[in-house]
């Protein structure tokens, strides 16, 4: 029973690229949320998705960044034209509901850097 | 908005002895979950132990305990008989239960060291 798969593990980049991480959820769940954790800082919430629906992207800087997932395949985060500040781990979690007392299962994280 | 502070950046701790780790946090709901993660150089993020915040008792997981305070919003962690393999970053998070989603609030985080 495979947890949460994200890929890349590590990513480098130049400033003006595009970045793509990809997570699959576990088996059973339909609930994805995007973390980023900037160095020496804790996990900061940006979106979370549900198949084919954005549910809630607060945490979403408004310019370059988009996350999807589709009904088929695994959700990706995406940023565009990248810059150094964007270096951090971006972790995936999933959870089979919203709400309740289940935990959020965590991915080991994919570490984007800008050069 | 919810806000989790863990104020001990670093802490540091003997082979076999306790440690606790503080958190408190800032919230007007009523209803909502605490958990304390940890983070081993690895990068995963482990589930250390839960708590409801319904429930006056203290959630407990072998060697990890914590100690809620409701009114005080204190939700500190208790690690007895200390191993090297606790040596990691901790997270303290909040969660408010509601059905807008499972999103969580994590403090800073505080950096565990286990001396042999």
């Known amino acids: 029973n495979a947890g949460v798969m994200q890929n890349p593990r590590h990513l480098v980049r130049r400033r003006g690229q595009e970045a793509r991480l990809r997570c699959s959820p576990m088996k059973g769940h339909s609930h994805v949320y995007w973390y980023r954790q900037l160095p020496e800082e804790g996990l900061k919430f940006m979106v979370y998705l549900q198949k084919e629906n954005i549910i809630d992207e607060s945490g979403m800087p408004k310019e370059r960044f988009s996350a999807e997932f589709p009904k088929e395949g695994p959700s990706i985060l995406r940023i565009q034209q990248v810059v150094r500040g964007d270096s951090a781990a971006y972790f995936c979690a999933s959870s089979p509901r919203s709400s309740g007392a289940n935990v959020l299962t965590f991915g080991a994280g994919s570490r984007l850097t800008v050069l | 908005a919810q806000t989790v502070t863990q104020s001990q950046p670093e802490m540091s701790v003997q082979e076999a002895e306790t440690v606790t780790l503080s958190c408190t946090y800032d919230?007007?709901?009523?209803?909502?979950?605490l958990f304390w993660y940890k983070q081993p150089p690895s990068r995963q993020m482990i589930l250390v132990i839960r708590?409801?915040?319904?429930?006056?008792q203290n959630a407990t997981e072998n060697r990890f305990s914590v100690n809620f305070q409701k009114a005080a919003k204190s939700f500190s962690l208790k690690i007895s008989d200390s191993q090297l393999g606790d040596a990691a970053m901790y997270f303290c998070a909040y969660r408010v239960n509601n059905n807008a989603g499972n999103m969580l609030t994590f403090g800073g985080g505080t950096r565990l060291m286990v001396k042999p």
């Open positions: 919230t007007s709901e009523s209803d909502y979950y």
């Open positions: 708590q409801e915040a319904y429930k006056q």
